[in-house]
């Protein structure tokens, strides 16, 4: 290995003293290859044993924890102990080179449309009409609330019983504990809602029922991350600052969280700066990173597809995640290790069975053009993938061909 790129390789422990031989992260990422019912199929599995050495730590895509959480369809799950033996067996594929493999889970609150189209109800903290749904939010009561708060508890069960090392809490990305931190979702007036305090409260709560369960249920040491959105800012709407976010992250770290993930979105969004605030203009992930300071690593994402990117991403935190370049270069860390960096490319093309690209990664085609981080070329020969015949779309789910 050209000796530059050494830290890549660096080993990194948690504080629960679980090590990983890298730096490398593959991101969580929703493919919809799934069942109807939220179990993985062949094509789930296949795709992570492909990928078990895209990274040392390995998260599987949101897999959302209530029947009344859907946002897609052919989305995995972890509501039901249906969704044990394919993930025992997703768990054995991730781990197959030595990774650590972790389990995302997530409500997602006012985005689940499946639910809605089939259920005709969507939560969120408040009861809304936001201008880009289709239908009102329904605002959740206090046992809904403390049964979801029980759902994560049940999900660490899952994966601690499936095998997984860790459990990622998504509270990114505008789910449901987003929305409860978020001014403009969250309306509340009790002990959920208003001061910052309290709009952090539900995802501390989550925490330390995931953390109770983990301690309960794991004979080893099991990795608790949480992702965070660091701003919620949309033109003059804003849901909450960095500011606000240190604060959630200080009470995350203090209660002995394992890692923070700092999900940015967009072309070199790793850099992104603040947009307001005590530290506008500042490098959002290295505010975090020295707030952190030591006390657990931060994973950083948006926009890494080359060496060179990963290499200076390490200066903005301590693991290095990708998402769009996991699907169409799974090998550019083991590229980097031996040595052969002039061989990484993100064009996909006439080797997608090689890539064990799963059918359902068309139908997510939009998402990964607006995180821009992949070539047209590959996004086009996404589009000639087929969906198997039993395959049928929401209405809202766009697949471009
Ligand atoms: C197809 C696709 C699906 C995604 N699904 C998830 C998900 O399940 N959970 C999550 O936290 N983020 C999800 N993301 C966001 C990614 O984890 C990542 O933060 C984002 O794509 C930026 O990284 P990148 O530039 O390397 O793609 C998804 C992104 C893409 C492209």
Redesign the pocket.
Known sequence: MNSRFESLFRPMSFPNGIEVSGRFVM?????NSSNADGTVTDADIAYFKRRAKTGQLL????CYNDIMAQWLDY?YGIFDDKHLPGMTEMAQAMKSEGAKAIM?V?HTGREASVTQRDYGVAYGPSTIKFPFLEYEVTGMSERKIQDVIGFFGDATRRAIKAGFDGL?I?G??HYLIQQFFSTTSNKRTDKWGGSLEKRSAFALAIFDEVKRVAQEESAEPFILGY?ISPEEIHGSDIGYTLDDSLYLIEQLVSRGVDYI?S?????D?YKNTAAMGAYENQSINQVIKSVINKRCPLIV?????SAEAALDALEYGDLV???????AEPDLAEKIRTDRVDEITLNITGRMEELKIPYG?KT??W??E????LPQETLDALDTLKLPDHYVMASDQRIFS
């Open positions: 991101a969580p990422m929703v493919i998260i599987t895509a949101a989305q995302q997530y990622e998504h990114a990305n992702r993930h999900s940015l979105w967009g072309v969004s994402v948006g926009g890494i597809g995640a990708m998402a769009a370049a996991a699907i990664v997510v085609r998402i990964l607006s995180s821009g981080t």
